[in-house]
């Protein structure tokens, strides 16, 4: 059974400062890694998308990784604002019908 | 707006009641979902469809019914729940091709409380 882990459950950085948020799978036989954020009361908005023959993306100040053979990726979030405090969920899409298996989620706060 | 629209926004409902909660995609997706996320808990699927049929239940309590009439309408009606079932349900929807899973969008979802 597929497991997704996200470790620290919480993180606290100053404005300005670079920073990584890593999420780990049990089971490498996966089709593609979605990041998403999620703000209090609302729902996901996907950041990035991961196929399983990539090993990174790009959109803006986020940059994400995907080791697929050690379960491991990486959400690099450059320069933080406090605009960017959310939670950050990490995704495995193990199944043709593109179900997810979800981690709780890193909530981060950027102070000012 | 991510182009999935769920209403009700908030729902309180007491344990005897029956109550639906609605979802509506905008973006010409083939397959849609309802998950559920808990306090202190990872999201969980609960069912997806793929082109209007059923293809996952994810040993979901008979209490909780989806019904996909198209492919831009997904559905779950409630009843007899119990206060465990109280948190936010969240309706996804993406367009599967052959291979790969594609980028799924999400609603704002649905609080539910059972009192």
């Known amino acids: 059974k597929q497991e997704v882990t996200q470790i620290p459950a919480a993180l606290s950085v100053p404005e300005g400062e670079n920073l990584v948020l890593n999420c780990s799978f049990t089971?490498?036989?996966?089709?593609?890694l979605q990041w998403f954020r999620q703000d209090p009361g609302k729902g996901l908005t996907s950041l990035l998308l991961i196929q399983s023959s990539q090993r990174e993306q790009t959109s803006g100040r986020l940059n994400a990784s995907l080791d697929k053979s050690s379960g491991r990726s990486t959400l690099y979030i450059a320069a933080s604002q406090p605009g960017d405090s959310a939670t950050y969920l990490c995704?495995?899409?193990?199944?043709?019908?593109?179900?997810?298996?979800f981690g709780k989620g890193i909530t981060l706060s950027v102070r000012p | 707006e991510t182009g999935v629209t769920q209403t009700p926004r908030h729902l309180v409902m007491g344990m005897t009641n029956k109550k639906s909660l609605k979802c509506e995609q905008h973006l010409g997706h083939n397959a849609m979902y309802w998950y559920k996320q808990s306090a202190k808990k990872p999201l969980e699927l609960m069912f997806v469809?793929?082109?209007?049929?059923?293809?996952e239940n994810n040993s979901v309590p008979s209490r909780f019914s989806p019904e996909c009439p198209n492919s831009s309408h997904l559905f779950l009606h409630l009843h007899t729940l119990q206060p465990e079932d109280s948190a936010l349900y969240l309706c996804a929807s993406s367009r599967l091709a052959s291979g790969f899973g594609n980028t799924i969008y999400f609603g704002e979802g649905s609080w539910l409380t059972v009192v």
């Open positions: 089971d490498s036989a996966i089709y593609n």
């Open positions: 469809y793929s082109l209007e049929e059923r293809v």
């Open positions: 995704a495995v899409n193990t199944g043709a019908n593109s179900k997810l298996t």
